[in-house]
């Protein structure tokens, strides 16, 4: 609530105090005040004792003094936001008398004077700043350095003498002076007690309110992963019967029909991706995955789709991998590479109407194991104007509103692309002009090995042929356990399907299996549970198998480490994904036999 002006003829101090909100600033005023009012009492005491006396030169500077301060009290009480100027005039008043009591009235030190000079130190600190406090209070006791310096007197006269104002308004002077020092002190120390206090209330309520917020926050993460599991589990089988249908070979237009649902089901995974890791971004959840993939495949494979998407737009779609990097299995999170390529790669394909696109990829440097790899997409498509090259990396921001309206979109893409890049320690570099294109480069350092050749492969014990390999198989889905049952079976590879944790359990007491793909959540028994049941299995084969956590939920993974698990499979998956994983399965295994 803002207060009305006051009047000129106002007297009181407290519709003044209450123009004014901060408390140090109504301590300063109060000390203004203070020091103005018993400045008034201390002058009106020396006029009256000095014109008894016969003191004209006392009773000149104390009519003076009235007249001074009755004009800055009035000002005080009409403007009290204007303390500055009050202060300034009423601390050179003060100097003044410091000045005049040494060279012109006593010549000497005595106590008036010194007390003066304390005020002079406490009130510029108090009701100025620390600079004009430095400032005045040199002022204040260079007079006394000056007076010493040329001969004058050492000692300090504690009684009336030649010169001085006569008993008894010396005393009176005194006890004022050392009221006034006394009052100045309480009030400021007052108010900075308050505003010690207001700070704790303040902090109590700030802690009640982060508390409040952590609780918001941890139920939106709680929701989103619970969505991400129930949007996920039914796109799991669109996209995993999708692919089924693909691999029987149906007619062209099924087929074309099916790659239709196929792009619409991944973009719709795109989105949902993008959402749920920027609620994982947003909490500092996520860790980046380490898996060996064949850089070059990888690549191709991921931008199949994409390539539909640009050859239905009629646009030349080229990708562009060095040579050098035909034969390396970089070691990195190939969800977050391919999240990566899909936002950036998707949105030059939004924003370009003709021309084409292009992805490179080039090997910047190669050691015996590291390799410096950097990825350019460059688009001919509407390009984006200089004054917004920072702006679209804002969240839910576009170049402009026509963009928005045209093209759609959440502008989530490239702030979530920025936010992951920087767990690869990497940074997006932007060039581009309105109208001819734009290009989109990042570089990243892989910890890479010498992928082997098909005919190294077949001698070797990490062999692509799983078909020793003995699965159990623990969904309550039915689509999606009737799903990586086929996918598994493509590799002939022996399979158990159960319902749930409890079924997992009892299965495991009667049978060795090499590995387990183990949802978390189950009815009757979930994942975690089961988990337990296994590892507590006296029997080492069979508390010592393999697990992997299939779940939806993108905020788990460092729980199911945490539980015991050994690998983890997201929902939906994809056959590279299920591959790479039934190669450490093999490597675990051979490893287990060497042992």
Not at 200 to 220: G, H, V
Not at 286 to 309: A, G, R
Request: charged share 20%; glycine share 4%; with cysteine.
């Amino acid at each position: 609530m803002v207060n009305p002006p006051l009047s000129l003829s106002n007297w009181s101090l407290q519709k003044a105090l209450d123009t004014q909100p901060d408390n140090y600033i109504k301590a300063r005023i109060r000390i203004i005040y203070a020091i103005i009012f018993f400045s008034l009492v201390k002058a009106s005491v020396v006029l009256i004792v000095a014109t008894s006396q016969g003191q004209s030169l006392h009773a000149i500077r104390a009519g003076i003094g009235l007249l001074l301060y009755g004009i800055m009290l009035k000002y005080l009480l009409y403007k009290p936001s204007a303390i500055k100027p009050l202060a300034h005039v009423m601390t050179l008043a003060g100097l003044v008398v410091i000045w005049t009591n040494i060279f012109v009235y006593t010549h000497a030190i005595n106590l008036v004077t010194v007390q003066f000079i304390f005020m002079i130190l406490l009130s510029s600190f108090y009701t100025l700043n620390s600079l004009f406090g430095v400032i005045y209070s040199v002022i204040a006791i260079l007079p006394v350095i000056i007076f010493l310096a040329v001969g004058g007197a050492a000692n300090i006269s504690f009684l009336p003498a030649a010169g001085q104002l006569a008993s008894p308004g010396y005393e009176i002077m005194v006890i004022l002076n050392f009221l006034t020092i006394t009052i100045c002190h309480y009030l400021f120390f007052d108010a900075f007690n308050v505003n010690l206090k207001e700070k704790e209330k303040l902090n109590a309520q700030l802690k009640i309110s982060i508390d409040e917020a952590n609780r918001l926050a941890a139920t939106r993460a709680n929701f989103l992963s619970t969505m991400s599991h129930e949007l996920r589990t039914p796109l799991n089988s669109v996209i995993g019967i999708t692919e089924l249908l693909i691999d029987d070979n149906p007619d062209k237009k099924h087929k074309d029909n099916l790659k239709i649902l196929q792009l619409s089901a991944n973009d719709l995974l795109s989105l949902i991706n993008n959402i749920l890791d920027f609620n994982k971004i947003d909490s500092d959840m996520l860790v980046l995955e380490k898996v060996p993939v064949n850089i070059s495949n990888y690549i191709q494979d991921t931008c199949e789709v994409l390539k539909i998407k640009a050859t239905d737009k009629q646009l030349d779609f080229v990708l562009d991998i060095d040579n050098e990097l035909k034969n390396i299995n970089i070691i990195t999170d190939p969800t977050r590479l391919s999240q990566l390529l899909y936002n950036l790669v998707g949105n030059a394909i939004k924003f370009t109407e003709q021309g084409g696109i292009t992805i490179r990829l080039n090997c910047l440097n190669k050691t015996p194991d590291k390799a410096t790899i950097k990825f350019c997409i460059e688009d001919t498509g509407i390009g984006i104007n200089p004054d917004k090259h920072e702006a679209i990396f804002e969240l839910f921001t576009q170049a402009d509103a026509h963009t928005s309206r045209k093209y759609g979109g959440t502008g989530l893409g490239l702030s979530i692309v920025k936010q992951i890049l920087s767990l690869f320690d990497s940074v997006l570099t932007l060039e581009s002009k309105p109208g001819i294109g734009t290009t989109f480069c990042f570089t990243i350092s892989f910890d890479y090995t010498i992928a082997e050749t098909p005919k190294q492969l077949a001698n070797n014990t990490k062999s692509a042929k799983f078909d020793h390999l003995k699965i159990l198989i623990a969904e309550d889905n039915d689509v999606n356990r009737f799903l990586i049952k086929t996918q598994l079976d493509k590799h002939n590879i022996t399979t158990v399907a159960v319902q749930n944790g409890k079924q997992a359990y009892e299965a495991c007491l009667s049978n060795d299996f090499d590995a387990i793909f183990m949802d978390l959540h189950m009815p009757e028994m979930d994942g975690y549970e089961a988990l337990r049941n296994i590892r507590a299995i006296t029997d080492d084969k069979k508390s010592g198998v393999y697990i992997v956590a299939f779940t939806a939920s993108v905020t788990e993974q460092e729980e199911i480490f945490k539980n015991g698990f050994n690998d983890y499979l997201y929902k939906p998956v994809n056959m590279n994904e299920v591959y790479a994983k039934l190669e450490k399965i093999a490597e675990h295994i051979t490893q287990a036999t060497l042992q």
